[in-house]
């Protein structure tokens, strides 16, 4: 199984801040990695695919990058509805994996 | 627009069989590339993938749990089934369902807590 490892596991960031979540993958996956974002009590929310693709309705604030084993989502200016905690997982090949999540906190 | 909603028991007790059933709208599993998956978080942990089915019955499934569950479809209800045999305290999750999209998962159920307790 390929291992998708998160980082930081959480970030506490103001109103306005640049805020980046890394995702490594313990092999290369190309560029078959998904974003999503979870509130409390609701089903994620696909935010980009393909690694830098995004989502059709996901503000521009939100982009994704990386190929290979190491990815990124950066949120160019954090609002306070960006709160919740972030997913990366890889679809390049079974089983699907999921990284253990980055937990982003408004301050 | 695609909907997607799963159903089933929420109370289940240790060794029994769960059966969950994934009733959705807004796409066909009998269109070509279609495919419904089953994604499972335990109560303060991270989203665990455990099964796909594909349009032409294609089957995937999380190997630590192969033995246990079976993943089905019918086309004619617009439903998928999950059926996970011999349940354990350490099952208990929401169970998700949702529609793949190039390998992602673009619409999500709301998602049914199941709790695995005697």
């Known amino acids: 199984d390929i291992q998708m490892t998160q980082s930081p596991s959480s970030v506490s960031a103001s109103v306005g801040d640049r805020v980046t979540i890394t995702c490594r993958a313990s092999?290369?996956?190309?560029?078959?990695l998904a974003w999503y974002q979870q509130k409390p009590g609701k089903a994620p929310k696909l935010l980009i695919y393909?690694?830098?693709r995004l989502q059709s309705g996901v503000p521009s604030r939100f982009s994704g990058s990386g190929y290979g084993t190491d990815f990124t989502v950066t949120i160019s200016s954090l609002q306070p509805e960006d709160f919740g905690i972030y997913y990366c997982?890889?679809?390049?090949?079974?089983?699907?994996?999921f990284g253990q999540g980055t937990k982003l906190e408004i301050k | 627009q695609i909907t997607l909603k799963e159903s089933g028991p929420t109370l289940v007790k240790p060794t029994q069989t769960l059966t969950l059933t994934c009733t959705f709208s807004?796409?066909?599993?009998?269109?070509?590339?279609?495919?419904v998956g089953w994604i499972r978080q335990p109560p303060g942990k991270a989203l665990e993938w455990l099964a796909l089915i594909y349009w032409d019955d294609e089957k995937h499934s999380s190997p630590s749990l192969k033995s246990r569950f079976t993943i089905t479809k019918d086309t004619s209800k617009n439903q998928v089934v999950l059926t996970m045999t011999y349940m354990d305290p350490v099952d208990t999750a929401t169970y998700f369902c949702?529609?793949?999209?190039?390998?992602?998962?673009?619409?999500w159920g709301q998602g049914t807590l199941v709790t695995v307790s005697s």
């Open positions: 092999q290369g996956i190309s560029n078959s």
């Open positions: 393909a690694a830098s």
């Open positions: 997982q890889q679809a390049s090949s079974y089983p699907y994996t």
């Open positions: 949702a529609h793949r999209y190039r390998g992602y998962f673009d619409y």
């Open positions: 807004g796409f066909s599993l009998s269109n070509s590339e279609e495919a």
